[in-house]
């Protein structure tokens, strides 16, 4: 019964029930032994249990319904003939169950007869009075019946309808949700309007990218012809009636398509097609902007009635939906595949890129190289101009870098400044060596940003299959390890992968990793270089050094990690350690031993690019604990001074100001800085040892220091010169007018306790003296 439609239920119903019904009748028929009454009875009992048998069976609902219909007419009548007026009442049912079983016209033709026949054999066993009213209820009822069936005619023709536009629409829906192609969904949708409307051919126009003309998106049914010249259709006024639709965003509706002035152009074409008739109705996005048109073409002309509009705005929207989830999907694929700053590859999708080269390169037995390019000194950019400035470099790096690749070649970004370069066929390293070149010419031009020449460069390491390696997670490792080679060796170079480079790699990885572990069991050390005054021989200056003590490796040069810890970041944390030593030793030897104390700390460049954030926080430590600010001098190196001197000007000028002394180290290596003295605020000069170490009274060192010290002097700032290890260089040095002095001749770096004693030596030698 569950599997059974509405309307079987009900017949199944109805005979069950009258069944039963007449079944006692029949029986008290029996025992009174009227044998006419007893037919009758049979046959209504027997009919019933026929029809509900036929129906359960055979589930032919209209042919038993007319069986039903027309046995009950014939046993009312035949028992109107035999029993009289006391059974007219059993022609108000049978005339309901008529306009249910049948349709309402045949009911109304059988009912009428019914009536007309069963009054014919009753009207003389009725006064005139009875008759009329009998006859005018009976002509109500079946009025009021036919006029109820045929508006649930129409509401289950409607139903139906409906029901059959939601079977296509949930099938269509379906199809949007398990993400089938957009093509396969809208012929979908096209097949669906046809199948509800055979005379009407369909079509799906949608935007191109240019968004001035319209592309084919589905017309199955449309003659090839047709559909070609329709390919690339203008959006205009008066361009037939999609271009119209399409540009005025309004259904057009074009009854005869001989004589609409829209279809001048194209009338010929169409007649050719045999189309009389075209509704157009636009398709409009969430945002309110046309995407497509929808189309309804007719071999005959036609005007459209409300339904029809009503089947295409439903369509309409499902084809809306349908092409919004393409695009959707379009835009997170490309959003999970491309850079959005550069719009080229992103790491998924390059990774993809060359598992496809891989395999054609091991089927085909050719070569391919990766190059991993890195723009040299990119943070600065960002520091100086702005992260704005910087994406415009990105930009416009990526378009310098695509120009001069070959089409077969690919690049993407990987991150940050980080790009990765795939190049096809490069049978030897001369194709590579021309391309590297290409790149780093046009990379070299000045970039221009905000009326600024900006020159960058970029670091190139290159890695190629199969040479290097036969898979794509090393062989891009190989890459990254080059490149940072390439780096290593002064940047702007191209440096091809080589064994010891991953040697190397592992060991810097270790090393980095040995630095956490350091940083957070504190594993450094201080050591202290005593500053000796030339003149006078005085000491009331040292440098802190740090130094680390690896508890396998013994003691590692700063050389070797300093420079790591500021590619990791990790010197932000291993400063405030070297700050929170000095500053309790500042405080004890001040007091105990020697009240004019300083102590230099050597600070990194990365230590200035938050606006200098913990360098002033150690001022203001230094005030909490109640030690002068001079009495702490900071340590920066020449290369912060041609680093967006502006911010560190202003950082420099701010710690000044406030009391604490600042010195450049290893002054004169790397970079020619004397014009920026002027515009910083600066109190030592250190002459960096290499000058000191060969230095004569007659050679060029000598000179060079003789001019730093004269220019120092004139700028009010003091010298102090590192390296002196033999008394020829103290005694040159202190001539030429050199304040302080530094080195192995003076005093080697002392731990701690070594250091706290020579203070102690001063100062009893002092207080020795004052007596």
Not at 53 to 70: A, C, D, H, P, Q
Request: hydrophobic fraction near 45%; include cysteine; aromatic fraction near 10%.
């Amino acid at each position: 019964m569950l599997q059974r439609t509405l309307k079987e239920k009900i017949l199944l119903a109805i005979t069950s029930i009258t069944g039963l019904a007449v079944f006692p009748l029949l029986i008290a028929s029996i025992n009174d032994g009227k044998l006419a009454h007893i037919i009758v009875d049979f046959l209504a009992v027997s009919v019933m249990v026929g029809t509900f048998l036929g129906v359960w069976y055979t589930r032919n609902v209209e042919l038993y319904s007319k069986v039903v219909t027309i046995f009950i007419f014939i046993i009312t009548m035949i028992a109107l003939y035999i029993k009289g007026i006391s059974i007219i009442y059993w022609l108000y049912p049978a005339i309901i169950f008529s306009f249910y079983l049948m349709t309402p016209l045949l009911a109304l033709l059988l009912s009428l007869t019914l009536v007309i026949i069963s009054c014919s054999l009753t009207y003389n066993q009725f006064d005139s009075f009875t008759f009329t009213r009998v006859v005018i209820t009976l002509i109500i009822t079946l009025i009021c019946a036919f006029v109820f069936s045929k508006y649930i005619e129409k509401e289950n023709k409607k139903f139906m309808e409906n029901e059959s536009f939601n079977l296509l629409r949930n099938k269509i829906l379906e199809l949007i949700a398990c993400s089938a192609k957009q093509s396969d969904v809208l012929y979908a949708i096209v097949d669906a309007v046809e199948n509800e409307n055979p005379d009407t051919m369909c079509s799906i126009l949608l935007l191109d990218k240019t968004e001035k003309k319209l592309t084919l998106g589905a017309a199955p049914s449309l003659p090839d012809f047709y559909n070609q010249a329709m390919e690339g259709l203008e959006i205009a006024q008066g361009a037939g009636s999609c271009g119209t639709s399409a540009y005025t965003g309004k259904r057009v509706t074009v009854i005869d398509i001989a004589t609409h002035p829209y279809w001048v152009q194209w009338s010929a074409l169409a007649k050719k097609a045999n189309l009389s008739s075209c509704w157009s109705e636009p398709i409009i996005d969430n945002s309110g902007k046309v995407i497509g048109t929808f189309a309804i073409y007719f071999k005959k002309v036609t005007s459209p009635t409300k339904k029809d509009f009503r089947l295409i705005e439903q369509f309409v929207s499902l084809s809306r939906i349908a092409i919004e989830r393409e695009k959707a999907d379009q835009l997170i694929w490309h959003q999970a595949n491309f850079d959005h700053l550069t719009q080229l590859p992103n790491r998924s999708l390059v990774n993809e890129y060359i598992g496809n080269i891989l395999k054609k390169a091991k089927r085909e037995n050719t070569q391919f190289t990766i190059a991993m390019l890195d723009i040299d000194n990119f943070k600065d950019v960002n520091d100086s101009l702005g992260h704005s400035a910087g994406d415009a470099l990105l930009v416009e790096t990526a378009k310098r870098i695509k120009d001069t690749l070959r089409e077969s070649d690919i690049i993407a970004r990987i991150g940050g400044d980080e790009f990765i370069i795939i190049l096809t066929n490069t049978n030897g390293v001369q194709n590579i060596e021309i391309l590297g070149k290409r790149i780093s010419t046009a990379l070299a031009k000045p970039y221009l940003f905000e009326e600024k020449e900006i020159y960058c460069t970029a670091s190139i390491g290159v890695a190629i299959y199969p040479n290097d390696a036969d898979n794509i997670n090393q062989l891009m490792k190989n890459a990254d390890q080059a490149m940072y080679g390439a780096k290593a060796k002064g940047r702007n170079t191209i440096q091809y992968f080589t064994e010891n480079m991953r040697t190397d790699f592992l060991k810097r990885m270790q090393l980095i990793q040995d630095l956490r572990i350091a940083v957070k069991e504190q594993q450094f050390f201080l050591v202290y270089q005593p500053i000796v005054n030339l003149q006078n021989n005085n000491t009331y200056k040292a440098e802190a050094l740090i130094r680390w003590q690896h508890p396998e490796k013994g003691l590692v040069s700063p050389l070797d990690f300093i420079p790591i810890a500021e590619e990791t970041g990790l010197i932000i944390e291993i400063s405030e350690w070297v700050f929170q030593q000095v500053l309790q030793d500042l405080k004890l030897w001040r007091g105990a031993y020697c009240e004019n104390l300083q102590i230099s700390i050597n600070t990194s460049p990365v230590q200035y690019k938050n606006h200098g954030k913990q360098i002033l926080n150690w001022v203001e430590q230094l005030k909490q604990h109640n030690i002068p600010t001079h009495a702490l001098t900071i340590e920066i190196t020449e290369s912060l001074l041609m680093e967006t001197h502006v911010q560190v000007d202003n950082i420099i000028a701010d710690i000044r100001q406030q009391g604490v002394m600042v010195a450049i180290d290893d002054f004169g290596t790397g970079y020619c800085s004397f014009s920026y003295l002027k515009n910083f605020s600066i109190d030592y000069i250190k002459i960096d040892q290499s000058f000191v170490k060969g230095m004569s009274s007659d050679n060029n060192d000598m000179a060079l220091c003789e001019a730093i010290i004269v220019m120092a002097d004139k700028l009010n700032i003091e010298v102090i010169a590192e390296g002196i290890e033999t008394a020829q260089q103290r005694q040159l040095l202190a001539t030429a007018g050199c304040t302080f002095g530094q080195g192995y001749l003076l005093a080697k770096p002392l731990l701690k306790k070594d250091f706290e004693q020579f203070l102690i030596n001063c100062h009893n030698e002092k207080s020795e003296f004052e007596k």
